[in-house]
């Protein structure tokens, strides 16, 4: 094929309005609960009120004779044990499985594990037949966390142990600290919060007797791979299922996980042969639904008089909660692999320690390992350049990688995956650019002043973000009867706005308008295959499929037009959605192409891949700037910067939206989230009015910059992760930020979430302690 | 997340209501719904019939009379928030009113749910007490008054009797010399507070501290009367150290409890702090009503 | 079972209902006006706006039961057929939201506001849309999107 140059602007790099937003504005979206069939019954869940204890029985014979009940199911009725396997690469220690069965067998684990579901012809019938089955338990020493007095109540009991995981990853040789000037460590911890979605799960089964054909809605985020789980649980081949994606409101990485549930429903619509759907309500969203950062850090570092990063190492304690969920290795492992950052650190070493408790299972969450390990290291750097006297800007500059250094491999810091190299990137430069924005020096002479009793503080933070990488995924394009274009992803989408931004890269490689292509996503009936979306791979690695998908399309309609022009010699030339002849003089078009196409009995209707097992890295910096009142312990966040370079942004407006989003997402995990258990391993506060998420009123200033500086060298389109850069950094800015405010104090913020009482506590004890020198944890 | 089955009656007047109390003992009142409705979502509550009060036009007056404002146990908070009578005859009411939770509870939340549900960390009741506020009770027994300290008992405890409800707040009428003082300290925005001070501070006509109200609320199990601090301002001139003397005193007696949001000694520091503050504010020349 | 009759949209719908039905769960299921998102149940997130009697209010925590005889408005009848308010307008102008989820309620409440109040200052905005959550925005471009439709002269939806 010739190659020429499109005359169409670029519909890639466009702050185009997105076309999802149209149904969305009029309330004419379709989301799960949205979904009615015709005898459709609905299911609500038993769930644990206890932590841990064995079952000693079940009795759910008042149930059935209720108004309106169908059905009952508990761990019985499956027959032999079936567990949800693990998705994502193992750990060393995983393999004596911890791994959920769909309900209890003989155990609870955790307050919130599913125990019956009880069917019936209204969700309030449902829940009224809830309240009559008995269960009878014999309770069990809770162990809340992996360091508590009942540490030695064993969940799994042929496990043998609490100890899911153990293992030390390294780099260089961290007990050669030689040269080193200065050792300090510090102990930190992240806390248990979660995504939280303002809607929650929720799911609708349908079996097909005559066609043998089981259908599920309500799929998100990895359709595909959990079509594969439920067909090898409940015994139909892949093929017999289809997972169908609806609207979803929102995900930040909880969504979408093979959970209980996902067995539990289309077992019971099998097993009834009715459609059933179930929807969570928000108290058990709350404890059913993965958690997430949970980790306790113990770091050390070690520098030079001028600085410079000598090693860093360390031991991270990760809270499991019961059960090794689909996902559940991601955290610990991520934790510990980002330590370094985008940091020369010659030396580095952290033993990876992950415990099960009676709490829910954690999963990932947006950034998992990132935010928490960001905090960590963050932090560690700020006491040093305090410590040595430097200032944090510089000593950042001192140590982050330079472009020169790129590529730059991190080495094989996470079991069972291959190492990924930083592709591209000039760290520093995000680092001047919020330094400008922030107009940092001006803030920094305020840090640790007190203005109108509010004492100022501003901190800064790096990162770097990996995302976008295998399994394969897959575009498929057809070609419809009136010349578009529709273009079916193996992607789904949770609110990232990829029916806009696909077409807009469709759009591109084809040579037409974006309002040419039709995006179709998530469900398993579009494509043989397809993965799913997730750590920010949608726009790398489905973005990448559509490009092959479009030169396959080029190809296979190229004989369609060599007919229509007659003339089998003739070069054409594909331009702007159409093949020219080569004189330029004569054309045929997307929509004669569709016509050529049905004349012969045929549809263009081609499929594209791509595959990588390379990371993307896109990386920044953060500066937050606030004022804290130490007598009620009120932080107000006064300003928040952040630049990021995404490599190449495919439609600006929703690049922007995702940093935005994902840095008050942040902030509510810094200041706000958090799930409160207590030694008996019971949820305080699962509902919304005590599990606090941040609202309009709370953060006002948010600014940032996105930059197209380093494109990505692992995929064509050159493009970044850009869903999770906004998160990943802000507690660490914040923390740094509060901490500069207190110095004076000699207060350091080392444990999240950031509340009033901690602040005012860790004010009040440097107040009544004489040696206040040094003294960082609160 | 949804509510076990009970019935429902409307009624168009406090004497169907409280026939509708008498004959049925395990009936509720619904009026905003704000806090009932949660609860009954959860099922941590089942009640057998709802009588929907909403209807009772008689109920959703706010009246002005030389003995104070009166309002309705239907008034709303947005009516408060927005009502120019109640700018001019309780301006520490709609201040209060404006923390309560948000725009569209506001919009539904009455002040007789308010009262009735007794949370303790709610704005109204602790308004009341400082204004000592007397609330009317009907039941088909008849009518009685209590005082808004003998009202409020504990933590979602009333006066309120079997087959009785509250039809009325009597706030009496705002003195012409009288500074106050609201101050509290919630997590967001719209949230129960974790502590809250209130202060009103009359003056006699040289400027001396003829009386002092001071409240607490959300600290305990209940809004608070803090006698021991009011009584040490009473007839002196204020001083910065009386100030910061009395709250010391109301800390010491605020009575904190610990719960997942915050310990008991937070709570107290805070509402030294919360009670200096509203303090310094009801003491600040304009804050005060009349010049 | 009660029968009731409810305005929404401006149409009259006749129904039915147990006692115990919430007002989201009629408008969603019952009358299949699916716009009506619903997050919590208990009051805090705000999904469930919609106009009652042309105040803003949670529909969770109302019953169908009581909306007898009421004026509603949800989200489908913000805005004439095949067309956008100038405050959908807005939002889908400044990418005010992504997944969606939270988009009734908040143009719901923001219409509400608009409607009744002139000079909205961003602090205004900020404090009102503080009872409804959004997970997704950051507020942001939610804020933005409402200052601007109410300074555009043309309020009306
Ligand atoms: C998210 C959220 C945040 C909130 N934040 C705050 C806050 O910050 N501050 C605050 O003060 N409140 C807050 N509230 C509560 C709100 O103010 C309620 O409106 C109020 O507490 C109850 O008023 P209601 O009219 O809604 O009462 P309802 O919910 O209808 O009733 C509450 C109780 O009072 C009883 N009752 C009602 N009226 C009468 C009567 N006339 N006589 C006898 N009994 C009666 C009912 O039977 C019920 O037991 C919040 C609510 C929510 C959902
Ligand atoms: S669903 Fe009504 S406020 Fe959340
Ligand atoms: S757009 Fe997703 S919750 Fe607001």
Redesign the pocket.
Same mark, same amino acid.
């Given at each position: 094929m010739r190659l020429s140059a499109q005359t169409r602007a670029a519909a890639i790099g466009l702050a185009r309005e997105r076309v999802e937003d149209l149904r969305f504005l009029k309330g004419r979206g379709h989301y799960i609960d949205d979904v009615i069939l015709d005898g459709m019954l609905h299911g609500v869940v038993l769930r644990s009120p206890v932590a841990h204890a064995r079952i000693k029985s079940i009795d759910t014979s008042a149930v059935l004779a209720m108004p309106g009940v169908k059905a009952v199911f508990t761990a019985r009725d499956l027959g032999e044990t079936v567990l949800i396997p693990l998705r994502a690469a193992s750990l060393p220690g995983y393999e004596r499985s911890f791994l959920q069965p769909p309900f209890a067998v003989d155990k609870v684990r955790y307050v919130g594990e599913p125990v019956a579901f009880v069917v019936a012809d209204t969700p309030y019938r449902a829940e009224d037949a809830l309240e009559r089955i008995e269960v009878d338990y014999e309770p069990l020493p809770a162990v809340t966390d992996w360091a508590s007095a009942n540490r030695d109540s064993v969940l799994h009991d042929h496990a043998g142990t609490n100890v899911a995981s153990s293992y030390r990853v390294t780099r260089g040789d961290p007990s050669v600290v030689a040269g080193a000037d200065y050792v300090r460590s510090e102990r930190l911890r992240c806390h248990r919060h979660s995504g939280v979605p303002l809607e929650t799960r929720g799911l609708v089964a349908q079996w097909d007797a005559a066609q043998q054909r089981l259908r599920v809605w309500g799929a998100a985020k990895v359709a595909f791979a959990n079509r594969r789980i439920l067909a090898g649980m409940i015994g139909l081949p892949e093929t017999a299922i289809d997972l169908i994606e609806v609207d979803i409101g929102g995900g930040f990485g909880v969504r979408g996980e093979f959970y209980p549930e996902d067995f539990i429903v289309p077992f019971a619509a099998r097993a009834l042969e009715r459609p059933v759907k179930w929807i969570e309500d928000r108290r058990e969203h709350l404890m059913a639904t993965n958690h997430a950062r949970e980790v306790d850090c113990e770091l050390q570092i070690a520098c030079r008089a001028d600085g410079t990063i000598l090693a860093l190492s360390g031991s991270i304690f990760v809270d499991l909660g019961a059960y090794v969920r689909t996902n559940g290795s991601m955290a610990p492992s991520n934790t510990a692999a980002f330590l370094p950052g985008p940091y020369r650190i010659p030396h580095f070493a952290c033993d990876v320690n992950v415990f099960t408790s009676n709490k829910t299972p954690i999963g990932s969450f947006r950034g998992p390992g990132r935010f928490e390990a960001n905090f960590f290291r963050e932090r560690m750097i700020d006491i040093a350049a305090r410590d040595l006297g430097i200032d944090p800007v510089e000593m950042r500059r001192r140590n982050l990688l330079t472009a020169q250094e790129m590529p730059y491999d991190p080495g094989a810091l996470i079991p069972n995956s291959a190492t990924s190299p930083y592709d591209s990137g000039d760290y520093a430069l995000a680092l001047s650019g919020v330094i400008a924005a922030s107009e940092w020096d001006r803030l920094h002479a305020l840090s640790g002043r007190i203005v109108d009793g509010w004492h100022h503080g501003v901190g800064v933070a790096c990162f770097v973000e990996s995302g976008g990488a295998g399994p394969r995924e897959c575009t498929r394009l057809r070609l419809a009867d009136d010349g578009t274009i529709d273009l079916y992803t193996g992607c789904s989408t949770l609110g990232q706005g990829h029916e806009t931004s696909f077409a807009q890269i469709c759009a591109d490689a084809l040579g037409i308008a974006p309002e040419a292509v039709r995006v179709f996503h998530g469900s398993t009936t579009d494509l043989a295959e397809g993965f799913g979306t997730y750590g920010g791979r949608a726009a790398v690695m489905g973005g990448s499929a559509i490009l092959d998908a479009a030169r396959a399309f080029i190809e296979q309609a190229r004989p369609l037009a060599v007919g229509l022009f007659g003339s089998p010699n003739e070069e054409l030339v594909w331009r702007d959605g159409a093949f020219f002849s080569a004189d330029g003089m004569r054309q045929t078009n997307l929509a004669e192409l569709a016509g050529a196409a049905r004349m012969n009995g045929r549809v263009l209707d081609v499929e594209g891949a791509f595959n990588n097992t390379k990371l993307t890295y896109s990386y920044g910096a953060n500066v937050a700037h606030v004022a804290v009142d130490i007598k009620t312990g009120r932080v107000k966040v006064l300003g928040y910067w952040a630049v990021e370079d995404v490599g190449r942004m495919i439609n600006p407006l929703i690049v922007h939206g995702q940093m935005i989003g994902g840095i008050v997402q942040g902030l509510g995990g810094t200041f706000f989230d958090e799930f409160i258990y207590d030694e008996d391993g019971q949820l305080l506060n699962a509902s919304l009015?005590d599990y606090l998420l941040p609202t309009a009123s709370d953060f006002p200033s948010i600014n940032c910059i996105s930059l197209e500086h380093a494109r990505s060298t692992t995929n064509p389109l050159g493009v970044k992760a850009a869903g999770e850069g906004g998160i990943v950094a802000v507690a660490a800015t914040v923390a740094n930020a509060v901490s500069a405010a207190l110095a004076p104090l000699g207060v350091g913020i080392n444990t999240l979430p950031i509340t009033p009482v901690r602040i005012w506590r860790a004010a009040q004890e440097s107040m009544t302690t004489t040696a206040t020198s040094g003294s960082q944890g609160n | 997340m949804k509510p076990a089955p009970f019935d429902y009656l409307r009624v168009h007047s406090i004497d169907e209501a409280i026939a509708a109390l008498a004959e049925h003992d395990d009936a509720?009142?619904?009026?905003? $719904?704000?806090?009932?409705?949660?609860m009954l979502n959860f099922r941590l509550a089942s009640p057998g019939l709802l009588i929907d009060?909403n209807r009772i036009s008689d109920l959703a007056r706010i009246g002005v009379t030389p003995d104070g404002l009166t309002l309705g146990?239907l008034v709303r908070?947005h009516e408060l928030e927005s009502s120019t009578v109640v700018a001019r005859h309780n301006p520490l009411l709609q201040y209060a009113v404006r !923390?309560?939770? !948000?725009y569209q509870?506001r919009n539904?939340?009455?002040v007789? $749910?308010?009262s009735? !549900?007794a949370?303790p960390?709610?704005?109204?009741p602790a308004v009341a007490l400082a204004c000592d506020a007397i609330f009317s009770l009907r039941s088909a027994r008849g009518t009685r008054t209590v005082t808004a300290a003998d009202f409020f008992r504990g933590a979602l405890e009333t006066a309120?009797e079997p087959g009785e409800?509250?039809?009325a707040i009597q706030f009496p009428a705002w003195p012409v010399r009288r500074g106050w003082g609201f101050e509290e300290f919630a997590r967001r925005a719209?949230?129960?507070a974790l502590a809250g001070a209130i202060v009103l501070l009359d003056y006699d006509a040289d400027g001396v501290c003829a009386d002092a109200s001071l409240v607490s609320f959300g600290a305990g199990d209940r809004a608070l009367r803090l006698t021991r601090a009011e009584e040490c301002l009473r007839g002196i001139r204020l001083t910065v150290g009386a100030l910061t003397e009395a709250a010391r005193i109301a800390a010491e007696d605020c009575e904190p409890k610990s719960d997942m949001h915050a310990p008991a000694e937070y709570r107290s520091a805070l509402l030294e702090t919360l009670m200096l503050r509203a303090l310094n504010a009801a003491a600040a020349p304009d804050r005060r009503t009349v010049a | 079972m009660t029968s009731i009759t409810v305005q929404v949209n401006g149409r009259a719908e006749s129904h039915d209902v147990e006692p115990r039905l919430t007002f989201a769960d009629f408008l969603r299921h019952t009358l299949r006006l699916t716009g009506t998102h619903v997050g919590c149940e208990h009051?805090?997130c705000g999904a469930c706006t919609v106009l009652v009697d042309g105040k803003a209010v949670r529909s969770c925590?109302m019953f169908a039961v009581q909306a007898d005889g009421c004026e509603v408005v949800t989200v489908e009848g913000l805005a004439p057929d095949g067309e956008l308010s100038p405050l959908q307008q807005a939002f889908r102008r400044h990418h005010a939201l992504q997944c969606g989820f939270c988009t009734p309620g908040m143009l719901i409440t923001a219409q509400a506001l608009i409607d009744s109040e002139p000079d909205l200052t961003e602090e205004r905005v900020r404090d009102v849309l503080s009872g409804n959550i959004c997970r997704c925005t950051g507020y942001v471009p939610i804020v933005a999107a409402v200052l601007d439709a109410a300074a555009s002269g043309d309020r009306k939806r």
């Open positions: 009015a | 509720v009142i619904l009026a905003g $719904g704000q806090s009932l409705v949660p009060i146990a908070w !923390h309560i939770a !948000h509870i539904r939340g009455t007789g $749910g308010s009735a !549900h949370d960390a709610a704005e109204f309120l409800m509250l039809v719209g949230d129960f | 009051g805090v925590l």
